[in-house]
């Protein structure tokens, strides 16, 4: 466990090491002036923010990097996310920054209101489980965009340290932490010829429905190996449709936990706001079952 | 033992598979050298790349972020080069005599911000002009890669 920490963080220590030479201009050959907040990327480029805080889909961290900064740039985004279900509210807010096109910088807050379900679970009307994610991805190879000429997917390595404040209720119910980390690599590749966005994340997670209900459990305390997945088609400079998959551990006894999967429509108005609508269908959820509801994400930034 | 007929037979059965593989193959040539025009003929063909051309070129001598790159430039003549340029990328009966995109553009020290701003440009000339997104995208895919090129900063 130790050894993944430290692998994913050197491999992040050295790709941020490919933002400096941007940073490292040779004057004398600038002719523009830099404008480190240039919003330089072509709309859309920047994805929208999944649910966890990441520069992504819906569900999907993507391995483009979040905003609207170029390489020579930098970008930033808040975000606010409702996912309303049949027995369950789900919260996220976060903020994120891109730097250089290199390296996202994320903190996102999610509140997982239990609403009537809390009394069936005995924990109470309304109670709510909340965690703090902190989230890392740099990017190591390949643009998504402009290397229309080449198979290589962009590719970047991502990292998400969840810490969740109800210790005590995640051990009840047969979890075994409240704080987790997730690694994951990711693929996108726009096949811009077909106006077709892929991507392909491969995610170590011990976490329970994202870490809402902890991480690790008594049936399985381990990492497991996910696929997520999403395909998004551009129909227009501002509208995207697209689906996701993706797949989830089953940690616990005391209830089952299936897989995620959504189909979405993305809005850009501009480069500053973008709004995603989804139905999301996130199977069961502690014990209540097919948990099949509605997305809506609200984007604002650079 | 063979016999003669059945040699005979078998002679003219593989010249008839022959002649229809030759027809085959001639009739797939023919039918990808007409799909190769799709692209040129989507984009309205060479009278609407100059339209769409006239119109992204005035967008871009009014962008702040790349209208100095056009001071010392004969306009009329870069536009019909660019025309030229998309007439023969995107299939169309044209050639392109400039210089190479890395020649041309090397002394301007382009960002990629720059690049992003010629594209939105040359995309607003295409939705004016009638060009689904579907076919502007086709054709945004043979220019990407030439960022690698034309961004030299």
Known sequence: MDKIVWAFLVVIVIGAGGALPAMAEDAALVVRPPDLTDSGKLLATGGVTQLEGAGGGGLVPWALITGYGTRDAIGANAHYTFVYLPQYILHSGGVAVGLFDRVELSYDRQAFDTRAAGVKLGLGSGFTFQQDILGAKVRLVGDAVYDQDSWLPQIAAGTQYKMNNQNAVIHAIGGRDSKGVDFYLAATKLFLSESLLINATIRETRANQFGILGFGGDKNNGYSTEFEGSATLLLSRQLAVGAEFRTKPDNLKFAKEGHAFDVFLAYFFNKNVSATLAFVALGDIATQRNQNGVYASLQVGF | ?153
């Open chain 2, 1 to 153: 033992m063979i016999s003669e007929g059945t040699r005979q037979k078998n002679r003219s059965a593989l010249r008839t598979l022959l002649v229809a593989v030759c027809m085959f193959t001639a009739a797939i040539g023919a039918w990808s050298a007409r799909a190769d025009d799709t692209l040129y003929r989507g984009l309205g063909e060479r009278v609407n790349l100059v339209r769409i051309i006239d119109y992204a070129t005035d967008l871009w001598l009014i962008d702040a972020r790349i209208k100095d790159t056009f001071d010392n430039l004969n306009i009329e003549r870069f536009k019909g080069r660019l025309v030229d340029q998309l007439c023969e990328l995107s299939g169309g009966p044209c050639r392109y005599a400039g210089r190479n995109m890395y020649e041309s553009h090397k002394g301007l020290h382009l960002d990629r911000a720059q690049f992003n701003a010629l594209v939105e440009g040359l995309q607003d000339g295409m939705d004016k002009y009638g060009v689904s997104f579907r076919v502007q995208n086709r054709l945004l895919a043979i220019l990407a890669p030439m960022e690698h090129d034309i961004v030299t900063r």
